[in-house]
C-alpha cells in the first residue's frame, strides 16, 4: 500500500521510564505516526467514513501514551501501533517515540524509537495474548 496519512511531532506528557524520578515527574514525548490505507475510496468519494480522520487517530494516540506508564520507549512505540491498528482501514504502521529529555549524561538532541507494525502481527499479537490468559 502506497497511501498514508501521516502525524508528526504529536506532544504527550507521560510519565513513562526506568528511573523513579521519570515515573513522578514526567516529561514529553514526541510521537510520530505514519498509518498506511487506501485512500482511493476516501479520495473518489470525498467521504471522510473512508479514511481514517486524522483527528481521531491524534486523540487516540494521545490518549495511549498519556495512560499507563512503563519502562521503555519501545512498549510506548508498541501501543501506538495497536491503537493505530485499530482503526479499521489501516493496513500498516509505523510509529516513532522520541524522547528529547531523556537522562543521558551527553549532549544530544534526541533519542527515538521506531517501529512498524501491520495487520497480521496484530492478530498474531492478540492471540498471543489470548494465550497468556
Known sequence: MTDSITL????????????????ENGQTFLIDVT??????????????????HY???AEAVHAAVSSDPVDLIETV??????V?????AVERVRATVHKPDAPIGVPFT??????ERDREWAAHAEFASEERR
Open 8 to 23: 508528526t511531532g504529536l506532544a504527550v506528557r507521560a510519565n513513562h521510564g526506568v528511573f523513579d524520578f521519570e515515573r
Open 35 to 52: 498509518v498506511w490505507l487506501d485512500l482511493g475510496p476516501a479520495a473518489s468519494g470525498d467521504a471522510l467514513l473512508a479514511t481514517v
Open 55 to 57: 483527528g481521531e487517530l
Open 77 to 82: 512505540a508498541e501501543r501506538v501501533a495497536r
Open 84 to 88: 493505530a491498528l485499530s482503526f479499521a
Open 110 to 115: 534526541d533519542v527515538a524509537v521506531t517501529i
